[in-house]
């Protein structure tokens, strides 16, 4: 019997130990690796974006970034480059445009997922943001800004969030919509939060080229 207690003992060390690894690797390596790519995709699309005449796509390829979401509610500096697909490949680079979705300032739901625990955590505040904060997604060309209407929780399998009229199926969209998504609550992906914004202001680089008010008053 001694003998079975101790070898239960030295399991249950061993499977302790295990997990403290596991945890360590979810919320250190893949967040030092995910940085990497995340600083690489940040650097490729401002260097795109600097040669002269850069060509305009509607759809990026995969993996591709595209945009730059800027929020001042997570911190003065916070700014993360947007990459095309939500799929885990995608999102360990950054925030990931659900494929399918409209793309930043269109008319519909301009969607993006992100991981809040591990991979670069780029959500990992999300829930902090509240009805009013500023949302700025910067393209190539243009400053779109977006203001946070409301945020819920919903289980995984709610894919209506990211509809073109958010929640529901029969509504043709008029307004141009964002919704960001995160894993809730934090170290489980037993829930969804969902942040839902609408376009406040529209401006291009050439008027504003250092950025809209609500860029600006986070500097």
């Known amino acids: 019997m ?98 399918g979705t409209a793309m930043p300032g269109e008319v519909g739901n301009f969607a993006v997922a992100g991981h809040r625990n591990g991979n670069g955590a780029p959500f990992n505040d999300l829930d902090e943001l509240q009805p009013g904060d500023s949302v700025v997604v ?31 199926p029969t509504a043709e969209p008029t307004q141009a919509y964002l919704t960001l998504t995160t894993c809730h609550p934090e170290f489980s992906a037993r829930e969804r939060l969902i942040v839902h914004a609408l376009l406040s202001s529209t401006v291009s680089k050439a008027d504003s080229p250092d950025g809209p008010a609500a860029l600006l008053a986070s500097a």
Request: proline share 6%; glycine share 8%; no cysteine.
């Open 138 to 168: 910067e393209t190539v060309d243009m400053w779109f800004t977006y203001v946070v209407t409301s945020n819920e929780i919903v289980p995984p399998s709610d894919s209506a969030v990211i509809l073109p009229v958010p929640g529901d």
């Open 2 to 99: 001694r003998t079975l207690i101790n070898g239960l003992l030295q399991l249950g060390l061993t499977a302790g130990v295990v997990v403290l690894l596991f945890v360590g690797y979810q919320t250190y390596v893949t967040d030092y690796f995910s940085d990497r790519q995340q600083e690489q995709v940040a650097d490729d699309l401002r260097d795109a974006w600097d040669q002269p005449a850069v060509p305009s796509r509607e759809q990026p390829d995969f993996g591709e970034g595209f945009a730059f979401l800027h929020i001042a509610a997570l911190g003065a500096d916070w700014s993360r480059a947007v990459v095309e697909g939500a799929d885990l490949a995608e999102l360990a680079a950054g925030p990931g445009h659900y494929a």
